[in-house]
Nanobody
Framework: QVQLEESGGGLVQAGGSLRLSCAAS????????MGWFRQAPGKGREIVVG????????YYADSVKGRFTISRDNAKNTVYLQMNSLKPEDTAVYYC????????????????WGQGTQVTVSS
């Protein structure tokens, strides 16, 4: 099995920054497409960012383009989400996800999910 554990969430003021980390344990992490989803209060879960297994392809939701950056360090079995210029609309629980054999297009049906980390942006 692969287990994902998120960290780095917290409370920040609008315009601030946070960096989320997703640490993976288990096999074959280096070949997994990875991504981040979020779920705001009273809303459904939406995809935020994705990255292919080798980092060659990325996906960003329109709402976060230019503000968020996804990266991965396969040697450390870790994926990062750098969030800059945060807005109150970014407030949500953020979930890390992994696809074993598919690519970023398949993240919505990810094989593995983390427990989530809360991000709160005050106005």
């Amino acid at each position: 099995q692969v287990q994902l554990e998120e960290s780095g969430g917290g409370l920040v003021q609008a315009g601030g920054s946070l960096r989320l980390s997703c640490a993976a344990s288990g096999r074959t992490f280096s070949s997994y497409a990875m991504g981040w989803f979020r779920q705001a209060p009273g809303k459904g879960r939406e995809i935020v960012v994705g990255i292919s297994w080798n980092g060659g392809r990325t996906y960003y939701a329109d709402s976060v383009k230019g503000r968020f950056t996804i990266s991965r360090d396969n040697a450390k079995n870790t994926v990062y989400l750098q969030m800059n210029s945060l807005k109150p609309e970014d407030t949500a629980v953020y979930y890390c996800a992994a696809v074993r054999y598919g690519d970023i297009e398949h993240l919505s049906t990810a094989d593995y999910w983390g427990q989530g980390t809360q991000v709160t942006v005050s106005s």
